[in-house]
């Protein structure tokens, strides 16, 4: 079992002796003191971060895109001749919805805007 030092942790409840002795008036403008103060810097941190973090996508989007060229294509790869449709937009509804994508039926969207 630790002991503590009295000197140092004068009260195993400190936050609580420290919180109580705060008048609530006094409390309620400190926190709308602070909350002012996080929305003005909050504000130009997230446009300061929103610059940088701009540029570090355009520079991935870059060097991917780099790299995509450079890989080697096979031969009619890009040929419109053998795209079947049907398979084509199940595989953007895959990639869209992020699973198999179950159509919804007549009764499933009537249910849903009545």
Known sequence: MVKFNR???PSPNIKEEILTKIDQ???MILLNVL???????????IHKMQKLLS????????????????LQVPAGS???GNLDLPVFLL?????????WPMPP???TILAIYR
Do not use: D, E
């Open 55 to 70: 540029s570090a996508s355009l520079c991935i989007y870059i060097a991917v895109a780099y790299i995509v060229f450079q």
């Open 91 to 99: 595989a953007v509804c895959m990639v869209l919805h992020g699973n």
């Open 7 to 9: 000197k140092v942790f």
């Open 35 to 45: 909350c002012f103060l996080a929305t003005i810097y909050g504000y130009n941190l």
């Open 25 to 27: 008036t006094w409390s």
């Open 105 to 107: 039926t007549l009764r």
């Open 78 to 80: 890009w040929a419109m």
